[in-house]
Every structure is written in C-alpha cells, then in structure tokens.
C-alpha cells in the first residue's frame, strides 16, 4: 500500500507562485505514474498534470501548460508540483495520485493511490 501526503499548499496572489509536494511511503514511487488533479467548491475533480516513472513523459492539461511543472525525485520518493503565474481559477484543492505502471492517463478513475489534498486559494 501507498501512502500519498501533500503539503505546500497556502494562499497566494495572483501571479505568484508556489511548489506542491507530495511524499509517498509504503513503497517506492518508482514503478508508478503520478498525476496531479484538484478539485474546486461544487466543481468535480479535474485533471492537471501526470507523469511517466522516469519523468520522461509528462501530460499536462491545456490550462495549466506553460505555468505549471511536474517533476519526481525517485529516491526521495516525492513528487513535486511547481506552479507559476497563478490564477484565481486555480483555486482547488489539489491531490496527488498514483498508479502502478507506465503509462500516463488523466483518468481520476485509473489511479489507484490518493493523498488527502492540500487547499491553494488564489487571489486576486
């Protein structure tokens, strides 16, 4: 079993920034796809990014792209979300997840592991 913990959520201006991270223990992160969704009040959760077990691979969703960056640190067992240029919009809050293989997906539905989220508000 994963365990999947973010932090590094808070509240920000538009136009800042700030880096989600999200820590695993139960087992390595290495032989999973992560992804990033979030979810605003009375919205259902969305897609926002994902990436392959190397970091090779990355899918991001088209609001997000260009502002947002995914990477991992395999050894450290973390994920780590950047975001720039923040926006109202991007208020949600946002969860970490993961899945055993390779292959990318923006399926809420095809992860198997979540954490419990972390609130970003973003205002204006």
């Known amino acids: 079993q994963v365990q999947l913990v973010e932090s590094g959520g808070g509240l920000v201006q538009a136009g800042g920034s700030l880096r989600l991270s999200c820590a695993a223990s139960?087992?390595?992160?290495?032989?999973?796809?992560m992804g990033w969704f979030r979810q605003a009040p009375g919205k259902e959760r969305e897609f926002v990014v994902s990436?392959?077990?190397?970091?090779?691979?990355?899918y991001y969703a088209d609001s997000v792209k260009g502002r947002f960056t995914i990477s991992r640190d395999n050894a450290k067992n973390t994920v780590y979300l950047q975001m720039n240029s923040l926006k109202p919009e991007d208020t949600a809050v946002y969860y970490c997840?993961?899945?055993?293989?390779?292959?990318?997906?923006?399926?809420?539905?095809?992860?198997?592991?979540w954490g419990q989220g972390t609130q970003v508000t973003v205002s204006s």
């Open positions: 139960g087992r390595t992160i290495s032989s999973l796809s």
């Open positions: 990436i392959s077990t190397s970091g090779g691979n990355t």
């Open positions: 997840a993961g899945t055993p293989g390779w292959r990318l997906s923006q399926l809420a539905s095809s992860y198997q592991y």
